[in-house]
């Protein structure tokens, strides 16, 4: 019902910096949030930011002043700016709408994710 196509992510060292982005399509009527989780090797999936309908956004305490969340409620994107990367990001990450489809029913959808390394 609706797609979640994400880019972005790679090999990075530690302090570095990347940039994810997320673009949702489908039968839309509302989004209620956009944000992003990730899921290391053996540890479960987490969230990392996420952004409210209210404009409002959520960040795991791990990653708080180093990540920021955007999110287009027009287009229906969400981009996450990680910066000062650490080994510990190093996880695949996903992107994560859930709202309300055009024919008032509900989605809760996920990316397919992509990978971030943090390494020397």
């Known amino acids: 019902q609706v797609q979640l196509v994400e880019s972005g992510g790679g090999l990075v060292q530690p302090g570095g910096s990347l940039r994810l982005s997320c673009a949702a399509s489908?039968?839309?009527?509302?989004?209620?949030?956009m944000g992003w989780y990730r899921e290391a090797p053996g540890k479960q999936r987490e969230l990392v930011a996420l952004?409210?309908?209210?404009?409002?956004?959520i960040y795991a305490d791990s990653v708080k002043g180093r990540f920021t969340i955007f999110r287009d409620n027009a287009e229906n994107t969400v981009a996450l700016r990680m910066n000062d990367l650490e080994p510990e990001d190093t996880a695949v990450y996903y992107c994560?709408?859930?709202?309300?489809?055009?024919?008032?029913?509900?989605?809760?959808?996920w990316g397919q994710g992509t990978q971030v390394t943090v390494s020397s």
């Open positions: 994560n709408a859930h709202g309300i489809l055009t024919g008032f029913s509900s989605f809760n959808s």
């Open positions: 489908g039968r839309i009527f509302s989004i209620n949030a």
């Open positions: 952004s409210t309908s209210g404009s409002n956004t």
